[in-house]
């Protein structure tokens, strides 16, 4: 880089990586010339949207020459009426990630504490150093979120604390009871940011989302997306859920038509397709059974998740691993980045994807 260039970059931009997603086939395509490639390393839908929301999109591309309502009002209203709240207590985001970027820049002043678990989503730490605040990581126990540990490191300084729940990468959940404890353990003082991205995926029934705290004393914010059950990652979009007077709040820093038309077309549709949910949680409910079978018989162990992915203990370093697999035609997801360098994180996709990727796994194993 320019010298001159990074003399004008602000320090903390200067430290930090670009996020990296999960590569795409096209890239492995033109790097490996090969035909037959399956991506199981974003957590994404292995379906496409459902046949609504594509009729939908096509009826709306005429009218792309127009800005979009802002407001999402439609797709706003519907969410509400679901959740049985007021349309002023949803704030539509570009993914759920904009919506933790939006609650970070609305809240969190620099130097102000953002109490977060490692490893987890890796975009809370480089959003937190843009404020110019500090990011506490609470490491995971037992692959779960340490919620007595995050308790414990709450103190003048803290300003926000987020949980992710499932987690990511681990696809562990917290329960009810536990959420309840720690709910309540928190100060008035501080928001509670509670990423729920795969909440849709998780068949525990102790599973605690914290909706139900949304009505409580406490400042709690929900972030929730379109980009996993419903297909529409591609589109990013996802929402955040709260207290009106904290979303009038969020709505100041929110970018003008930080939303497109076609995606609150396409997740307004994708909230009244029942059938595309279902289709989606019973492939992963199956394909996780057949998952967990084959690799045991490999000798590998894996945590137990409540999402559409699975982390998995090779017990030998995983970077290589996924670069043989990429030769392959797999693309899956090495943890070296969230500090489990002998984990690789894979989506559960099809039931043609899964035994193709056992195969590949086997081969090279």
Same mark, same amino acid.
């Given at each position: 880089?320019?010298?001159?260039?990074?003399? /004008?970059?602000?320090?903390?931009?200067?430290? /930090?990586?670009?996020?990296?997603?999960?590569?795409?086939?096209?890239?492995?395509?033109?790097?490996?010339?090969?035909?037959?490639?399956?991506?199981?390393?974003?957590? =994404?839908?292995?379906?496409?949207?459902?046949?609504?929301?594509?009729?939908?999109?096509?009826?709306?591309?005429?009218?792309?020459?127009?800005?979009?309502?802002?407001?999402?009002?439609?797709?706003?209203?519907?969410?509400?009426?679901?959740?049985?709240?007021?349309?002023?207590?949803?704030?539509?985001?570009?993914?759920?990630?904009?919506?933790?970027?939006?609650?970070?820049?609305?809240?969190?002043?620099?130097?102000?504490?953002?109490?977060?678990?490692?490893?987890?989503?890796?975009?809370?730490?480089?959003?937190?150093?843009?404020?110019?605040?500090?990011?506490?990581?609470?490491?995971?126990?037992?692959?779960?979120?340490?919620?007595?540990?995050?308790?414990?490191?709450?103190?003048?300084?803290?300003?926000?604390?987020?949980?992710?729940?499932?987690?990511?990468?681990?696809?562990?959940?917290?329960?009810?009871?536990?959420?309840?404890?720690?709910?309540?353990?928190?100060?008035?003082?501080?928001?509670?940011?509670?990423?729920?991205?795969?909440?849709?995926?998780?068949?525990?029934?102790?599973?605690?989302?914290?909706?139900?705290?949304?009505?409580?004393?406490?400042?709690?914010?929900?972030?929730?997306?379109?980009?996993?059950?419903?297909?529409?990652?591609?589109?990013?979009?996802?929402?955040?859920?709260?207290?009106?007077?904290?979303?009038?709040?969020?709505?100041?820093?929110?970018?003008?038509?930080?939303?497109?038309? /076609?995606?609150?077309?396409?997740?307004?549709?994708?909230?009244?397709?029942?059938?595309?949910?279902?289709?989606?949680?019973?492939?992963?409910?199956?394909?996780?059974?057949?998952?967990?079978?084959?690799?045991?018989?490999?000798?590998?162990?894996?945590?137990?998740?409540?999402?559409?992915?699975?982390?998995?203990?090779?017990?030998?370093?995983?970077?290589?691993?996924?670069?043989?697999?990429?030769? =392959?035609?797999?693309?899956?997801?090495?943890?070296?980045?969230?500090?489990?360098?002998?984990?690789?994180?894979?989506?559960?996709?099809?039931?043609?994807?899964?035994?193709?990727?056992?195969?590949?796994?086997?081969?090279?194993?």
């Amino acid at each position: 880089m320019n010298n001159n260039i990074k003399k /004008l970059v602000r320090k903390v931009v200067l430290d /930090l990586k670009p996020y990296q997603g999960g590569k795409p086939i096209s890239q492995l395509k033109r790097e490996k010339g090969i035909s037959r490639i399956i991506k199981l390393a974003s957590n =994404e839908n292995p379906f496409p949207p459902a046949k609504k929301v594509i009729k939908a999109l096509r009826d709306s591309l005429t009218k792309i020459n127009l800005y979009p309502d802002g407001n999402g009002y439609y797709l706003r209203n519907e969410l509400a009426k679901r959740a049985k709240l007021k349309r002023d207590n949803i704030i539509l985001g570009n993914g759920s990630s904009e919506i933790i970027a939006m609650v970070l820049e609305t809240f969190v002043n620099p130097g102000e504490e953002v109490i977060i678990p490692e490893p987890s989503f890796i975009i809370y730490k480089g959003l937190i150093k843009l404020r110019d605040a500090v990011p506490i990581l609470i490491p995971l126990k037992n692959y779960k979120l340490n919620l007595p540990g995050m308790l414990k490191a709450i103190n003048k300084k803290t300003k926000m604390v987020i949980l992710c729940n499932p987690n990511n990468p681990t696809g562990t959940i917290i329960k009810k009871e536990e959420l309840k404890k720690f709910i309540n353990g928190i100060s008035k003082n501080i928001i509670i940011l509670s990423d729920e991205a795969y909440s849709e995926y998780v068949e525990d029934k102790k599973f605690g989302s914290a909706f139900p705290y949304l009505k409580s004393k406490k400042n709690v914010i929900i972030a929730r997306t379109f980009a996993k059950s419903s297909s529409l990652a591609g589109l990013r979009i996802g929402y955040g859920i709260a207290k009106t007077e904290i979303i009038n709040e969020v709505n100041k820093v929110r970018p003008p038509f930080n939303t497109s038309s /076609l995606a609150q077309v396409a997740a307004l549709t994708a909230l009244k397709d029942k059938e595309h949910l279902k289709r989606t949680k019973k492939n992963n409910r199956e394909e996780k059974k057949y998952l967990y079978e084959n690799l045991k018989k490999l000798g590998l162990s894996i945590i137990p998740t409540q999402t559409n992915f699975i982390c998995i203990n090779l017990k030998r370093d995983a970077s290589a691993i996924c670069q043989r697999l990429e030769k =392959e035609g797999v693309i899956i997801r090495a943890m070296s980045n969230f500090n489990l360098p002998d984990f690789v994180r894979t989506t559960i996709g099809t039931h043609q994807e899964n035994v193709f990727f056992i195969k590949k796994l086997k081969k090279i194993l």
